[in-house]
């Protein structure tokens, strides 16, 4: 059974850090590139991350960059997202998908291109 797992969601406080985790199941996360969105209500769904495959690159949203990290442990058969210095802006529900084309500066992470998601976590950046 193919399937994504988010989890680690939670309120925070603005400063604060939180670190979500997608567990995979039915395939190996170091196989396929795994990317990160969001979605607030009433806004449309955003592009977060990505993480790649053998070569290990990866890629951020702008509003994202120099506060959030991903990270994958194969041995978990997990991806990780670390998220510092998150802002009220950073609340969301937080889903990892799979692909398994390309991940890095280079190219956009495009939703289309990912065709098995998780359930999301809810995140909650809040005073």
């Known amino acids: 059974q193919l399937q994504l797992a988010e989890s680690g969601g939670g309120l925070v406080q603005p400063g604060g850090s939180l670190r979500l985790s997608c567990a995979a199941s039915g395939f190996k996360v170091g196989n396929y590139v795994i990317g990160w969105f969001r979605q607030a209500p009433g806004k449309e769904r955003e592009a977060v991350s990505c993480?790649?495959?053998?070569?290990?690159?990866?890629n951020f949203a702008d509003s994202v960059k120099g506060r959030f990290s991903v990270s994958r442990d194969d041995t978990e058969n997990t991806v990780y997202l670390k998220m510092n210095m998150l802002m009220p802006g950073d609340t969301a529900v937080y889903y990892c998908a799979r692909e398994s084309t390309f991940c890095g500066t280079t190219v956009p992470i495009r939703a289309n291109r990912y065709h098995y998601w998780g359930q999301g976590t809810q995140v909650t950046v809040s005073s």
């Open positions: 993480i790649g495959t053998t070569d290990g690159r990866t």
